[in-house]
């Protein structure tokens, strides 16, 4: 059974740095592409970054663009997000998500996902 788990999150102030993983287990790790996303209360699940299966392209939402850094390591079967410069608007849960074979930016669209992660970014 494929499983995500995330960690690295907690409690930062704003203009500080974060850097989450998502360890995979249960798949052929490089046949995913994969991706963060983050929903923070009341609001719905929204795309962050993404990643293709080799490393070679990456895609972020506009909101964390030169802020946010996604990279995988295949022989690890792990995705990782560092995060730097954090806003308190980036206070959100954060989960890794895996597609097989080719990106997307839909939530839909993904196939497994891990079980969140918090990240809360104090003013």
């Known amino acids: 059974q494929p499983q995500l788990v995330e960690s690295g999150g907690g409690l930062v102030q704003a203009g500080g740095s974060l850097r989450l993983s998502c360890a995979a287990s249960g798949l052929t790790f490089r046949n995913y592409a994969m991706a963060w996303f983050r929903q923070a209360p009341g609001q719905e699940r929204e795309f962050v970054t993404v990643?293709?299966?080799?490393?070679?392209?990456?895609t972020y939402d506009d909101s964390v663009k030169g802020r946010f850094t996604i990279s995988r390591d295949n022989a690890k079967n792990t995705v990782y997000l560092l995060m730097n410069s954090l806003k308190p608007e980036d206070t959100a849960v954060y989960y890794c998500a895996a597609r097989r074979w080719f990106l997307a930016t839909v939530s839909n669209d993904y196939n497994y996902w891990g079980q969140g992660n918090q990240v809360t970014v104090s003013s």
């Open positions: 990643i293709t299966r080799n490393g070679g392209t990456t």
